[in-house]
C-alpha cells in the first residue's frame, strides 16, 4: 500500500515537472526552434488541424522557421493561422513554402520573458508542493483506517518529501537553463 501511494507521488510530480518543462519550449528565445508553432491550429477544410498534420516545418536557419504545406492550397491558411496564434510573428509566402521570420528580442522583452518562464516555474513548483500535501494527508488517512503504522508513515513522509526536493530542484534547473538561454544575446 505505502508503495504504491509513493509511486503515484513521484508520477504525479514528475508530470508537473514535464507541464513545466512544455511550457518553457513554447517561449520564444530568438532563435528558431519547432516547438514555437506547436500550439498553432490552422483551418484545414473547416476543421482545425495541428500545423503539423498539414505540413513540415523545418528550421533552415537559427532565425527562419519555414512551412511546407502538402497541399499548396492551404498557403494563406497556414499564414493566417500563425499571425492569429500571436506569437507576434509575421509570416509570408512565396507561392511554394511559407516562411516565418524569428526577429532577436530586444533587452526589455528578455525581461519580460524571464519573469514569464519564473511564473510557470512557481506554478509548477506550486503544483508539486500540493501533490506533497496530498498524498500526506493520505497516508495519514491511510494509517488512521490502520493500513500501515506511525512509523511507516513517517518513512512515508520523509520520502515524499525527497522526491519534492528532487522535482523542486529539477523545475529550478529547468528554469536557469531557459533564463540563460533568453538572456544570451
Sequence with gaps: MLK???K????RMHKAVEVVRTE???IRTGKATTALLDAVRVDY???MTPLQ?????????VHLLT???????????IEKAILTANLGLNPSNDGTVVRVPIPPLNEERRKELVKLIKKFGEEGKIAIRNIRRDINEHLKKSEKKEHFSEDERKRGEQEVQKYTDHHIKEVDNLL????????EV
Design 24 to 26: 518553457l519550449t513554447k
Design 8 to 11: 503515484d507521488a513521484e508520477t
Design 176 to 183: 536557469a537553463l531557459k533564463e540563460k538561454e533568453i538572456m
Design 53 to 61: 498534420q498539414v505540413g513540415s516545418v523545418s528550421v533552415p536557419d
Design 4 to 6: 504504491q501511494i509513493l
Design 67 to 77: 512551412v511546407t504545406p502538402w497541399d499548396k492550397g492551404m498557403l494563406t491558411n
Design 45 to 47: 477544410y473547416g476543421t
